[in-house]
T-cell receptor, first 111, second 112 residues
Framework: DGGITQSPKYLFRKEGQNVTLSCEQN?????MYWYRQDPGQGLRLIYY???????QKGDIAEGYSVSREKKESFPLTVTSAQKNPTAFYLC??????????FGPGTRLTVL | SQKIEQNSEALNIQEGKTATLTCNYT??????LQWYRQDPGRGPVFLLL?????KEKRKERLKVTFDTTLKQSLFHITASQPADSATYLC???????????FGGGTRLMVKP
């Protein structure tokens, strides 16, 4: 089955630590996205990538970094500069740049 | 700035009735509007897309309307079932970029 996998499902971070969230897709999609979702709120775009080795900042990129070395992979690093990282993180991809397919999400908690 | 409003209060309805969810937007001229379903702790799932030149779209028990004058979309689920209970998100996009702007979602509870 084709789809998007995210790991880990739950992640705990101590203050001052960098952590990396994994996102892999086997859908052969060009564009990939990272969103953050806080309780009761909509999705906010962190970063997106339309092609390998290229990515753009979204609305809330500060404190985050990404890479896109392979078409299948789009990892997100939450750095210590992100002061309020506790949230639900969603990775998505799209082949037609309209409808998006989402992964199962990673819930990050700062201890 | 762009703003998308969905009713933040949960919508409670009885099984078999029609659920109607609202999505209003301001400061935006979307080329299309999408509706997604999200279950607790899971990623959203695409349901329907409607373009700016379309008034209505249907898919099985789902119907979406799009009024660009009122800047509003209505999402209907007919003959609702408890399995329809979830949070429903609307999202707007335009042809100038590849990004979607999401509303905060409305939680639907269908009681048997």
């Amino acid at each position: 089955d084709g789809g998007i996998t995210q790991s880990p499902k739950y992640l705990f971070r101590k203050e001052g630590q960098n952590v990396t969230l994994s996102c892999e897709q086997n859908l052969n999609h060009d564009a990939m996205y990272w969103y953050r979702q806080d309780p009761g709120q909509g999705l906010r775009l962190i970063y997106y990538s339309q092609i390998v080795n290229d990515f753009q900042k979204g609305d809330i990129a500060e404190g985050y970094s990404v890479s896109r070395e392979k078409k299948e992979s789009f990892p997100l690093t939450v750095t210590s500069a992100q002061k309020n990282p506790t949230a639900f993180y969603l990775c998505a991809s799209t082949i037609d740049r309209v409808r998006q397919v989402f992964g199962p999400g990673t819930r990050l908690t700062v201890l | 700035s762009q703003k998308i409003e969905q009713n933040s209060e949960a919508l409670n309805i009885q099984e078999g009735k029609t659920a109607t969810l609202t999505c209003n937007y301001t400061n935006y001229s979307p080329a299309y509007l999408q509706w997604y379903r999200q279950d607790p702790g899971r990623g959203p799932v695409f349901l329907l897309l409607i373009r700016e030149n379309e008034k209505e779209k249907r898919k099985e028990r789902l119907k979406v309307t799009f009024d660009t004058t009122l800047k509003q979309s209505l999402f209907h689920i007919t003959a609702s079932q408890p399995a329809d209970s979830a949070t429903y998100l609307c999202a707007l996009g335009n042809n100038a970029g590849n990004m979607l702007t999401f509303g905060g979602g409305t939680r639907l509870m269908v009681k048997p």
